[in-house]
Structure formats: structure tokens, C-alpha cells
T-cell receptor, first 113, second 116 residues
Framework: TQLLEQSPQFLSIQEGENLTVYCNSSSVFSSLQWYRQEPGEGPVLLVTVVTGGEVKKLKRLTFQFGDARKDSSLHITAAQPGDTGLYLCAGRSVTGGGNKLTFGTGTQLKVEL | KAGVTQTPRYLIKTRGQQVTLSCSPISGHRSVSWYQQTPGQGLQFLFEYFSETQRNKGNFPGRFSGRQFSNSRSEMNVSTLELGDSALYLC???????????????FGEGSRLTVL
């Protein structure tokens, strides 16, 4: 069974601070995605990383896929209240599996003024 | 472009009853996946349907079943409900479902089931 552990589980910071969320596994994934979920809504895709060592930037968000494709990180620079939400990493198996994603345990982020 | 629509949004059932949840994917999407979200276990994959065929199945008991219709709409059914089935059930649609797809999943707002 593939597992994705996220840390920290909860994060409460002030506006303007930087933060990093980690997503770790002992399994290799063919690709990894990051989603954000807000209360009462379904998760929304932020990014997909496919190549080991890949780094993608989305405005103030920087995503990295580990060289061995077992882990990933999400770094937010100068967090804003609008960044508040549940951040989920999700991986696809190297053996295929279509849209069967293994989701991480989640990181609940709260950014206060 | 309309998003993924799930009905009902909220429902309350008692132990032993059964429930059917419905999902209408984004127009043109042929893949529909179902996930269960609980505070303790997070998001867990239930099953995926593509062109009316179950493509993948998660580690859930046989009480959980699903199907997909020719118009790509999907339903999931849970029979003999248990307290532990209380959860948010999320449906996600996708344009593709290849063996090594990296496609985006578009999620609905979910159906929140409470079992008393």
C-alpha cells in the first residue's frame, strides 16, 4: 500500500511569512499533483510534476519533485489570507492505474492578517 | 463550462439503510472517479469508471458499488450503511484515463453523508 505523509499537519502563520509543506513516501510515483481544498468545496489542482528534480513555480508558490520521485515540497512565499485552505499532495503509481490517486494526509494552512 | 455536479449535497441515513449518490461529469469527460474523505483517513480512492467500465477499484468492502451510464453520468451505492460510512463523498471527472496519465481531476463539491 502506498502512503503519502504530509507535514506539518496544521500550520497557522501571519500574512507575509514564508512556509514549506512536505509530502513524503517510501514509494516511487510516476507523477505527483498538489491540490488545494477550501471548506464546502472539492479539491482544485494547483500543479502536476512528473520528472524527478522538477521545480515548478506558480506566482508565489514553488513546487519541487524529489530526484527519486518519492517526495515533494510546496513552498509559499509571502503568504496571504487567500492562501488559507487544505493542501493535499496526490501521487499516481508507476504501475499505472489511470485516475487512481493516492492522497497525502493533508496540511491545513491558516494565514491571518 | 459547467463543473462536476453531485447530488444530493447532504443526506442523513440510519444504520442498515442504503444510499445512492449521483455525479454528472464535465461535458466530454469520460472518466469518473469516486473518493471518500473523512477526518481520520483523509481522501481515499473508491473506484474509477471509464466508458461505462470499472477501470480501478480501491480497498473498500463490497457494500460500496458504482456504475456509469452511456452519457458518462455515474452513481455510487452504499448498502447496509454503518456509522463509519459517514463521510464526504467526492466525485471527480477527467478527460483521459490512460495507464500513465498525468491528467487533472476536476472535483465536485461532494455529497456529505451522515449515518446515525
Amino acid at each position: 500500500t502506498q502512503l503519502l505523509e504530509q507535514s506539518p499537519q496544521f500550520l497557522s502563520i501571519q500574512e507575509g511569512e514564508n512556509l514549506t509543506v512536505y509530502c513524503n513516501s517510501s514509494s516511487v510515483f510516476s507523477s505527483l499533483q498538489w491540490y488545494r481544498q477550501e471548506p464546502g468545496e472539492g479539491p482544485v489542482l494547483l500543479v502536476t510534476v512528473v520528472t524527478g528534480g522538477e521545480v515548478k513555480k506558480l506566482k508565489r508558490l514553488t513546487f519541487q519533485f524529489g530526484d527519486a520521485r518519492k517526495d515533494s515540497s510546496l513552498h509559499i512565499t509571502a503568504a496571504q489570507p487567500g492562501d488559507t485552505g487544505l493542501y493535499l499532495c496526490a501521487g499516481r503509481s508507476v504501475t499505472g492505474g489511470g485516475n487512481k490517486l493516492t492522497f497525502g494526509t493533508g496540511t491545513q494552512l491558516k494565514v491571518e492578517l | 463550462k459547467a463543473g462536476v455536479t453531485q447530488t444530493p449535497r447532504y443526506l442523513i441515513k440510519t444504520r442498515g439503510q442504503q444510499v445512492t449518490l449521483s455525479c454528472s461529469p464535465i461535458s466530454g469527460h469520460r472518466s469518473v472517479s469516486w473518493y471518500q474523505q473523512t477526518p481520520g483517513q483523509g481522501l481515499q480512492f473508491l473506484f474509477e469508471y471509464f466508458s461505462e467500465t470499472q477501470r480501478n477499484k480501491g480497498n473498500f468492502p463490497g457494500r460500496f458499488s458504482g456504475r456509469q451510464f452511456s452519457n458518462s453520468r455515474s452513481e455510487m451505492n452504499v448498502s447496509t450503511l454503518e456509522l463509519g460510512d459517514s463521510a464526504l463523498y467526492l466525485c471527480a471527472s477527467s478527460l483521459v484515463s490512460g495507464a500513465l496519465t498525468t491528467g487533472e481531476l476536476f472535483f465536485g463539491e461532494g455529497s456529505r453523508l451522515t449515518v446515525l
